[in-house]
């Protein structure tokens, strides 16, 4: 089991960054497929990034592609996403979560076992 706890959202300007952090308990986050996920009232969890468990491979909503960036530090139990080039739309809860098993169902909310808190991304036009 892995506790997850985000941190580094807040409100900026568009065209702005910012970088949120994701930092897991356990021994054994390193085999974790990690993800990150956001959610705005009266919608569903909507897929963000993806990076699988040796960081070698990354996937991206469109929405996001070219614009943000995950990033994982095993030795640090952590798991980054920088977001640049921020746009009004990309407000919405942040959420990371940990996926165990393979390499399927990476991008649907459901396939993935343990979750943080959220944190709130708010971008001003």
């Known amino acids: 089991q892995v506790q997850l706890v985000e941190s580094g959202g807040g409100l900026v300007q568009a065209g702005g960054s910012l970088r949120l952090s994701c930092t897991g308990s356990?021994?054994?986050?390193?085999?974790?497929?990690m993800g990150w996920f956001r959610r705005v009232p009266g919608k569903e969890r909507e897929f963000v990034a993806r990076?699988?468990?040796?960081?070698?491979?990354?996937a991206y909503a469109d929405s996001v592609k070219g614009r943000f960036t995950i990033s994982r530090d095993n030795a640090e139990n952590t798991v980054y996403l920088q977001m640049n080039s921020l746009k009004p739309e990309d407000t919405a809860v942040y959420y990371c979560?940990?996926?165990?098993?393979?390499?399927?169902?990476?991008?649907?909310?459901?396939?993935?076992?343990?979750w943080g808190q959220g944190t709130q991304v708010t971008v001003s036009s």
């Open positions: 979560a940990a996926k165990t098993g393979g390499v399927l169902r990476t991008r649907e909310w459901t396939a993935y076992d343990y």
């Open positions: 356990g021994r054994t986050f390193s085999s974790y497929t």
């Open positions: 990076i699988m468990w040796s960081g070698g491979s990354t």
